[in-house]
């Protein structure tokens, strides 16, 4: 007996999703901000684990990094397309559009993966020692291989978890990323230390967290079925339509996070000039504690992608424009309040990662980071909330526009003349950082105020917070 998939009338994600915007917005953020929290401390203590490996340890995982960034950049890509798409699909109350996003991102998943796989498992020690890997050239490449075998899991894991956003089933994507998260927090040491794996074991450790997670992921909406979205396979038909709505937000969210890993490169290089090793460890440290602020933006941002997707496809550009307001709003005020805080506690802050007697040197160097950053937060709530607002209504084209002009075209040619022209040395670069930032942020702003201007003034729907009923739901 077939399990009856429940419809979009009894969905609470779907409901949620096409009601109040301001109640969407808030509803479906705090989970995933909730999750991201989890998330980065997963990463602070995963790191821990391997640090008592030593400096080895720490340099074979380092190598897999750039590889790591290139698989989550087109795994999140792909899952942030999929989500718009399937938003827009709702708002529309297009059901079997719907289903037709998620089976087709399944496909683009399986593809993608495969091809990003197959050249490095065979070749990938000799891509290390050419990197200058050397002695750890073998324990980098054992630790690579096992995580290039769980691509598929990952891509699965961002995919489905998105899919469950786009369709407002926030809750359920954060239990999976928490329980994903947490295996992991607890696996570590047992593979790392106990099963003495090492290196290899830090890895093993997390494909078997998202096997695990994505097993739960799998359940909900391929056995379960209580989820609006069907995943499946039945009558498929490949639809290049339904390719583009997905990677024409998909592939420029890619091309964001490695732009974005490439502002972060040519950063890294002026600071080594201007302030030596010393000033990475700054940078780095600083980089950390700004990323944890920025938290509930990011969170915000899935969000804003979907609540606005739902009223782009719906075309409720009054809701758009409203729930666009709101998320700015709470985010402005959010960011305002840990700009103060890292501020006024930025000793504290710099303490805590300068205990040691070689970390003393660079606490002043923290300390003036943090507080040249305080302007860096409220700034990048425009910029976030923008760019999440194109991504929603398919323009993925902007949204990356607007990340080459916030850290290729101002903040990195900023942070060159301020540091080394004009010989301001690190503090130029905090400086470039956030004026970088705040006219990126900006722009951002004013393309998606007239964005919103034009759609508006394109339809006569002013019903900001029209609910949609069980008979229009069908």
């Known amino acids: 007996m077939t399990t009856t998939r429940r419809n979009e009338a009894t969905t609470n994600g779907v409901r949620i999703l096409l009601g109040n915007p301001r109640k969407a917005i808030i509803?479906?953020?705090l989970p995933?901000?909730?999750?991201?929290?989890?998330?980065?401390?997963?990463?602070?203590?995963?790191?821990?684990?391997v640090a008592g490996l030593g400096p080895d340890a720490l340099a074979a995982v380092g190598f897999f990094f750039p590889f790591f960034f290139l698989v989550m950049a087109f795994a999140t890509g792909l899952g942030v397309g999929s989500s718009s798409a399937v938003s827009r699909m709702i708002g529309a109350h297009n059901k079997e559009g719907a289903d037709s996003v998620a089976a087709h991102a399944c496909v683009?998943?399986?593809?993608?993966?495969?091809?990003?796989?197959?050249?490095?498992?065979?070749?990938?020690?000799?891509?290390?020692k050419s990197m200058g890997a050397g002695t750890v050239a073998h324990v980098a490449s054992s630790y690579a291989r096992i995580m290039f075998g769980g691509t598929i899991i990952i891509f699965f894991s961002n995919v489905s978890s998105a899919l469950l956003r786009g369709e407002g089933d926030v809750k359920r994507a954060m239990y999976a990323m928490m329980l994903g998260a947490g295996l992991n927090i607890v696996l570590d040491p047992i593979f790392i230390y106990t099963l003495r794996l090492g290196v290899p074991g830090a890895a093993w450790a997390t494909i078997i967290s998202l096997f695990i997670s994505a097993l739960l992921l799998f359940y909900w909406t391929c056995i379960k079925k209580d989820t609006y979205i069907a995943i499946t396979f039945r009558h498929f038909r490949l639809k290049s339509h339904i390719v583009k709505d997905i990677l024409r937000v998909g592939i420029p969210s890619t091309i964001m996070q490695l732009t974005m890993a490439f502002s972060v490169l040519f950063l890294n290089m002026i600071v080594v000039k201007v302030g030596g090793t010393d000033g990475i460890a700054v940078y780095t440290t600083g980089w950390r504690v700004a990323m944890v602020a920025i938290l509930p933006l990011l969170g915000m941002s899935t969000a804003v992608i979907s609540v606005t997707g739902a009223a782009y496809g719906g075309r409720v550009y009054k809701k758009l424009e409203d729930a666009?307001?709101?998320?700015?709003?709470?985010?402005?005020?959010?960011?305002?309040?840990?700009?103060?805080?890292?501020?006024?506690?930025?000793?504290?802050?710099?303490a805590l990662f300068t205990q040691t007697q070689e970390g003393a040197r660079i606490t002043h160097d923290l300390i003036v980071f943090c507080r040249v950053m305080f302007v860096f937060y409220p700034a990048s709530a425009f910029g976030i909330a923008s760019s999440a607002l194109f991504q929603g209504i398919g323009k993925g084209t902007i949204a990356l526009a607007l990340t080459i002009i916030r850290t290729i075209v101002f903040a990195t040619p900023t942070a060159y003349v301020l540091a080394i022209l004009l010989d301001v040395g690190l503090p130029g670069v905090w400086w470039g950082i956030v004026t970088g930032n705040t006219l990126g942020a900006l722009v951002a702003y004013l393309w998606a105020r007239s964005t919103i201007h034009r759609l508006v003034r394109s339809t006569?729907?002013?019903?900001?917070?029209?609910?949609?009923?069980?008979?229009?739901?069908?």
Do not use: H
């Open 27 to 29: 509803k479906l953020a």
């Open 32 to 49: 995933m901000i909730v999750a991201m929290s989890i998330q980065t401390l997963y990463n602070i203590v995963d790191a821990l684990w």
């Open 108 to 128: 683009i998943m399986a593809v993608i993966s495969i091809v990003i796989t197959l050249p490095f498992v065979f070749s990938i020690e000799v891509i290390f």
């Open 324 to 350: 666009y307001n709101y998320a700015l709003r709470i985010g402005v005020i959010i960011e305002v309040c840990i700009a103060a805080a890292t501020y006024i506690f930025a000793p504290q802050i710099a």
């Open 460 to 474: 006569g729907r002013t019903d900001v917070r029209a609910e949609v009923s069980p008979t229009q739901a069908r």
